[in-house]
């Protein structure tokens, strides 16, 4: 059978902030079946993901980029990013007709995959599909990874995060209070500050915007300074960071939501407190963790269930 | 007894290049005995080591320095730095007059050092004791801890230390060598390069003032990238590093001596690339390996006697 597919495609490589005339629509048909001998699945997408990183895929590609494990979209081509679908065709053999999937996806209505392998199996739907978009998907992932494996948290110590209301921060942030750390984030309004305070149990949170000296504003709320940084923001943040880390401090490098719309992204200063407080700054990807996706899942889900971890967000069950 | 003790003292922070000037000679008594009760160490100082670090803690203190494991020198007072000496008096159970030490001394004949836990004993003597102003004393372990703790090395990967003919880049990549890594190391001089490729035995080196693009120069290098960077220099080689590094590299950041005589020093891009490849960047300092001191003392000894690691420069014995 044969049916339209709606899909959005990315016009020309994006400079400065993404705008609606960057990407476009085009409707094209699709036949809703692999070919025969293909180890393929036909996907229905049901939710498609908007996450910072697409930004970063939108430039002209750095040199050597392409060959990167983050290659650039190619202008022309429809936006891939992460989705939650149904199984609407198969070659595959672990992959039945009806089954729930997420991972990368078409920006489109239904997307060919060829290697099936990189989707991940939805196993419990006791929960909104959607959240395999957000919490029980990659951004939980990555919040999951960046915190437990490259952060090496202990109790008590002290944490900051920032963009801290975004889909990983405010994770990070649950995830760190249930370790029984101090945990303070900083985000881009009152509103997503007072998310932080009172939905999301930080211990305390500001709005960057409102401080003229972010070095300052770190100092009030880390008197004693900071163990771990999960860094979204990068630039002055960064900068400002580095000055109120404690020695032997950690930074996961998740992204740098600030540097992702500059034409040349700032320089970075204070690097050489790297040396003087002898910090790990390290930079991780969740699919290099993704061995650690059903353990994730099931504690995850067990702290939903028990009200551990709370969900931004109205979230909606489709079928 | 009481003799006299000529000193080197800091004269004001520095701005710049370290000045004569920055620093004046100054002639004190000493008397060559520790006070009844006490457990120090009278030192007769026979080699100090001038090591580019040193010019970092004549700066004025950052914000939150001085608490820091590295506290600037306060003007007025004697430089402190690495050196070897000989116990005059002791107060200590474990040190005997006579005995020969390094550690951190002053820039003078004579120091009084009232913790004298802090100094290294040696043992062997059959080397030049100038050897543990270097190769055997800081500037060694810091090469050990930095590349055998920090950088993770496995046989085959490609290697790259900067400043790689200073005391430290030289014993990283004779390590790097003995471990099978290929090395590829960069200075400031023709003359240093030829050193690098003759009698350290890299497998090649370039000169970085001759090159403009010196990502470019990496490139031809490391057509295939590089797994681990060896960072003493900082500003703009760390930038064209990032775009050469391969997934999951490490950085081990031992210094950033491009930096040391700027007042502003230099914002630092590509810092996304810690992201995109995964990268470990890590600072350290030897001291938080001490432990490995006795391991590394050994096994480079034996390099050293089996003429697998050379040391450059003239060492004399002096008693």
Redesign the interface.
Known sequence: MEVTNKRILLKDHVVGPAKEGDMVASTETVRLEVPVGSKGVLLKNLYLSCDPYLR?LMNRP????EE???PPFKPGSVIIGFGVAKVVDTGHPDFKVGDYVWGLTGWEEFTKISNPETLFKIKYTDVPLSYYTGLLGMTGMTAYAGFYEICSPKKGEFVYISAASGAVGQIVGQYAKLMGCYVVGSAGSNEKVNLLKTKFGFDDAFNYKEEHDL?AAL?RHFPQ?IDIYFENV?GAM?EAVL??MR??GRIA????IS?YNLE??????????????????????WF?HSHKYDEFVETTRQHIKEGKIRVRGRHCQRS
């Open positions: 970063t750095l040199d050597g980029q990167s494990g983050f070095a100092k300074g990068g960064l000055l109120n020695d032997h490098v998740c992204g740098m540097q040349k992204p700032e320089g970075v200063h204070n690097l050489f407190c790297l040396v003087t407080k002898r910090i790990r700054m390290q930079g991780f990807a290099d």
